[in-house]
Structures are given as C-alpha cells and as structure tokens.
C-alpha cells in the first residue's frame, strides 16, 4: 500500500476517531506504531485486526507481496508498540504466534475473511500471526465524563460491528464472529462491575439527591447483565444461525444504548 494512501488513512482515522471511508469502511481497523528496526524512528501503519479476548491480532499479509511487512521486521527487532483504536491508544507488546496456536487462530481469521487465504495463497508465504497484549494505557485524558464517553462509544462501536458481521455472515456462525461477541460481553461486564463498585458509590456519597438515578442505573446493569447471560449462552451451542445472533444483539443494542444514553445525560456533567 503507499504511504500516501496509508497517510490519508491515518488522517481520517485520526480525525473520525477510528471511522473511515472507502474500501476500509466497516472494517476493524487499528494503527499501530512501531520503531525502526534500523532507523529507530517510529512508522505507523493501519491494519485490519482481529479481537481475541484481552488482546488483538494483526497479521503480516502485505496484501499478498512475497515479503514481509516493514512493520513486521520493526517489531521483531522492538516488540514494544504503540495500538490506537481511534478512542483509546495505549502500549502493548508484539508476541509473534507459533505452531498450533498460529495455525489455528489463521484460521478463524480465514473462516471470517477468506481474503486473508487469498493473500496467503499469493504471497508464497506464511503470513505471521501477531498478538498486541496491552501492557500500559498511560494516564487517562481529558476530563472522567469524556472517559466515560469514550468508553460507551467502544462498545457501541463494537456492537454495530457486531451487527453487520452478523448480517453479513453465511449460513453458520463463524469462530470468530463467536469471539467477537464473548468480547464485547466480557468488556461489558468488567466495565458495569467496575461502575457498581467503585464509580457509582463515589457519586452516591457525594451526591445524595441522585440516589433515584443510580436506583434505575443499576437496575438496568441487571437487565443487561441478563442479556448477556442469555447471549452467550446461545453462543455456547453447537449450531447458532447468524439471524438468530443478530435477533439477540439487536435485543441487547436497544436496551444497552439507552442505558448509556441515560447514564451520559445524568452522570457526565457531574463527573466532569
């Protein structure tokens, strides 16, 4: 890809906070910031990833060229990166993926796109699986009710994914389409248990009067937590058809947004 192209990419991505236009519209995109395995000047490249539960994969496809990418060989040299979701960009360490574990998750990632197959078929090579562990968020930016914004925005991103890859699946569920969601779900209940414990008792004791809000915040953690419970218990059987995934996301997107609809419009202005 040019880096002219790879530029504007970038810039948009910046400047949408994640979003993007084009051939790459929809599609999860990263940008990752390596440095030079000979010049030590940082390069940033945007690539298409996979969510793998606390970490996120990115393979070395090239778009099919017979070598590896220059970020590839960046990170083998300094594993340490820099991962930009267009909401949150924090540290993480490159771990490049061997043996059945490598095998395995190309897989999935094929079973998903068969686009990554292609470029494999065309590069002559095995393309590199590559995970991204978080190892360092840094301090947090901007005010605690642009946090909490930023955070609801990650997951109502994630379900819309969700739900175009859903849409867009064949017959069957995918494996990775399955992990997606388990994802989404294990995000969603770290985050409201961490809300129960610790954020909404701090307000509470500083702001008595809101004692009916967080009375129906929590309530509705309930009811989401529910849903999810019901989630991914359809997503532990054997044979799940797309629509009936979607069916349950969209049932889980109509009351989660307008938990955090309600949540922004109550808390936000307080905690910032």
């Known amino acids: 890809m040019p ?38 000047a940082p390069h940033t490249t945007p690539l298409g990833c996979l969510p793998d539960g606390d970490r996120v ?39 490049v993926l061997e043996g059945e574990e490598r095998e395995r998750l190309f897989a999935r990632a ?15 090579r095995t393309l590199p699986v590559v995970a991204l562990l978080p190892t360092d968020f840094g301090p947090p930016t901007g005010s605690l009710g642009e946090a909490l ?9 994630e379900l819309a994914l969700i739900r175009r890859e859903a849409a867009t699946s064949g017959p069957r569920l995918t494996a990775q389409l399955r992990v997606n969601c388990l994802t989404m779900c294990h995000g969603l209940e770290v985050h409201h248990s961490r809300e129960d414990g610790f ?20 309530a509705e953690h309930e009811v989401v937590a529910r849903l ?15 629509e009936a995934l979607l069916s349950e996301v969209e049932r889980l997107t109509r009351e989660l947004e307008a938990h955090l609809d309600y949540e922004e419009e109550q808390l936000v202005a307080l905690l910032n």
């Open 3 to 40: 880096n002219d192209f790879n530029q504007q990419i970038i810039d948009e991505f910046r400047a949408n906070k994640g979003q993007v236009g084009g051939p790459f519209e929809g599609a999860r995109l990263l940008l990752l910031t390596t440095v030079g395995a000979r010049t030590g």
């Open 57 to 95: 994969l990115v393979i070395a496809s090239a778009g099919g060229s017979p070598r590896h990418p220059a970020w590839y060989h960046n990170l083998l040299a300094h594993p340490q990166v820099t991962v930009e979701t267009g909401l949150f960009t924090y540290q993480a360490k490159a771990v």
């Open 110 to 124: 094929v079973e998903a796109d068969p686009g990554w197959g292609a470029y494999q078929d065309s590069s002559g």
């Open 149 to 157: 914004i930023r955070m609801h925005d990650g997951f109502r991103r």
């Open 199 to 218: 954020m909404f008792p701090a307000l509470e004791q500083r702001y008595p009067e809101l004692a009916p809000v967080m009375a129906r915040l929590r």
């Open 228 to 242: 999810l419970q019901e989630l991914q218990t359809l997503l532990a059987a054997e044979d799940v058809a797309p």
